[in-house]
């Protein structure tokens, strides 16, 4: 079977993974969503960049535009809107430089965080720079387990043909 040591080091790390995070209060959730961009990006070592980079700037670009919330009534909500916009429209155009080709993994970041910000955060201030901290984390996390997972088979493999 082509994939079952990648299965079988998928499944391991997936309950591990979420044991330690659910009692680490850790977002369990946001680490399989860059797990996946690990492995859009190819699922090898070059992946870590390919969309780590994409990656940590979408949660960036993601709470910097929370603080178009900072405008009193209706106008936080407009504010909010055209940071957005203005957000969704860097991160096309970012494509255009390598280190940013991976748009999906931006796009996804970006919506961790809001996710992240507005149903799990760390701090009752939405503003709290705990908030980008932790996303990270578990996104940074994520990453670390797609590239675990594709290295533990090769390490049976290389033990068993020695």
């Known amino acids: 079977m082509k994939y079952g040591s990648l299965a079988l080091s998928v499944g391991i790390l997936a309950a591990i993974w979420t044991y330690f995070s659910i009692k680490m209060g850790l977002a369990t959730w946001a680490a399989f969503v860059s797990w996946a961009f690990f492995f859009v990006a190819g699922g090898d070592g070059k992946a870590i960049l390919k969309a780590g980079i994409p990656t940590i700037i979408g949660l960036v670009l993601g709470y910097l535009a929370l603080y178009g919330l900072k405008f009193p009534g209706e106008a936080g909500v407009l504010g909010v809107s055209v940071v957005v916009g203005v957000v969704a429209l860097v991160l096309v155009l970012m494509m255009n430089w390598a280190p940013f080709a991976l748009a999906p993994a931006s796009f996804g970041s970006f919506a ?3 996710a992240f910000t507005f149903g799990q955060f760390k701090s009752k201030d939405m503003f709290s720079i705990d908030n980008l901290l932790f996303s990270m984390l ?19 493999t290389k033990s068993s043909e020695a």
């Open 138 to 156: 578990a996104m940074v996390i994520g990453l670390g387990l797609g590239y675990f997972s594709t290295k533990i088979p090769t390490w049976f």
């Open 112 to 114: 961790v965080f809001f």
